[in-house]
């Protein structure tokens, strides 16, 4: 299979502000998000990262989209290094955050065609493209409302499909379905299928994943199918025995 996406021995690390020091009852002055981290997204495969809050995975992803710079190691996007070419990196994917706000002043017309815009999008492929989204996230009869009236899935959908205004290989989102209602989730979970159906590689904080990777403390404890994972157990549950295992804790 053809490696999409290659992430080689990542580390991140912070500095810990004196009041931080003492909301976390610690005297260190760094800490390290993302040690050494590594593994491998195949086309037409949806990878997933796993871990409790604070284990290094949403600071894995904005490494990978090239919104935060690696303090060592690197990422390879279809070939290309986020540490030695961002631009092209960003132009080759998508990225959806749960920190993405849209402008509460601004029509979901408007945001899809400023990100068309900024993608170089052409305008007749923009229009068919705005055209297919709408219509499959039911946002055709909101495109005129202003972002600040819509409701919270509503702004969720607007916010998946402005991220892939440019149909990218390659889709990095962060809990894509948080928050959601159960039917709105289902959408966008039916969707994410689709594009894997297309070729699409797809990297994401998810359940629907053909591989999962999980990290503790910024590492990558396991990385596994996730058929093979969930032969004995449930997802979930699987999850606390490695974390039990891996970090010495016990949920018993």
């Known amino acids: 299979m053809r490696e999409l996406l290659q992430v080689r021995d990542l580390k991140k690390t912070f500095k810990i502000s004196a009041k931080q020091q003492k909301i976390q009852k610690t005297k260190e002055k760094i800490k390290v998000a993302v040690n050494h981290l590594s593994f491998t997204a195949y086309q037409g495969e949806v990878f997933g990262l796993l871990g409790s809050n604070g284990a290094g995975k949403?600071?894995?992803?904005?490494?990978?989209?090239?919104?935060?710079t690696?303090?060592?190691?690197?990422?390879?996007?279809?070939?290309?290094?986020?540490?030695?070419?961002?631009?092209?990196?960003?132009?080759?994917?998508?990225?959806?955050?749960?920190?993405?706000?849209?402008?509460?002043?601004?029509?979901?017309?408007?945001?899809?065609?400023?990100?068309?815009?900024?993608?170089?999008?052409?305008?007749?492929t923009a229009r068919r493209r705005k055209q297919e989204l709408f219509g499959k996230f039911q946002i055709s009869d909101f495109a005129e409302v202003k972002v600040a009236n819509l409701s919270t899935g509503m702004k969720q959908k607007v916010s998946l499909v402005v991220s892939i205004v440019h149909n990218p290989d390659i889709i990095i989102f962060d809990e894509p379905t948080n928050g959601l209602d159960v039917l709105t989730a289902k959408v966008v979970t039916d969707f994410l299928l689709e594009l894997k159906a297309q070729g699409k590689t797809i990297s994401l904080i998810e359940k629907i994943c053909d591989r999962v990777g999980v990290i503790i403390d910024g590492t990558m404890a396991v990385c596994d199918t996730l058929e093979h994972l969930t032969q004995e157990k449930p997802l979930e549950e699987k999850f606390f025995d490695i974390y039990a295992e891996k970090a010495g804790e016990s949920y018993e």
């Open 58 to 68: 949403t600071t894995t992803l904005r490494m990978m989209a090239s919104l935060i």
């Open 70 to 124: 690696p303090d060592a190691g690197d990422v390879l996007v279809d070939g290309t290094s986020v540490v030695e070419n961002p631009n092209e990196v960003r132009r080759k994917i998508g990225f959806l955050t749960s920190e993405l706000k849209l402008e509460e002043f601004f029509t979901p017309n408007y945001l899809f065609d400023f990100f068309c815009e900024l993608h170089g999008v052409e305008k007749e």
